[in-house]
Nanobody, 116 residues
Framework: QVQLVESGGGLVQPGGSLRLSCAAS????????MSWYRQAPRKERELVAT????????NYLDSVKGRFTISRDNAKNLVYLQMNSLKPEDTAVYYC?????????WGQGTQVTVSS
């Protein structure tokens, strides 16, 4: 059974940093593309960052480029999202996603609030 559990969210002041983690189990983690999405109130869910399974190629939402870094540890079945220089508009629920072909699984999400 695929399970994705996010952690690391919280309240942070503008300009601050957070590191989100996603612990994966129940599937061959190294074979899946891993992504972070977010959904702010009254907005659609959007793709924030992706890291591929093989060579670890990354891709980012334009608004987070240079501030966020996605990484993975295939030995520990973990994917991370390091978020620096956080802005109020980064406030959202952040979701971990695992995808391989047509198979896509989601975590329960972790709240990130950027506010003074």
């Amino acid at each position: 059974q695929v399970q994705l559990v996010e952690s690391g969210g919280g309240l942070v002041q503008p300009g601050g940093s957070l590191r989100l983690s996603c612990a994966a189990s129940g599937f061959t983690f190294s074979q899946y593309t891993m992504s972070w999405y977010r959904q702010a109130p009254r907005k659609e869910r959007e793709l924030v960052a992706t890291i591929t399974s093989a060579i670890g190629h990354t891709n980012y939402l334009d608004s987070v480029k240079g501030r966020f870094t996605i990484s993975r540890d295939n030995a520990k079945n973990l994917v991370y999202l390091q978020m620096n220089s956080l802005k109020p508009e980064d406030t959202a629920v952040y979701y971990c996603n695992a995808q391989r072909g047509f198979v896509s699984s989601w975590g329960q999400g972790t709240q990130v609030t950027v506010s003074s």
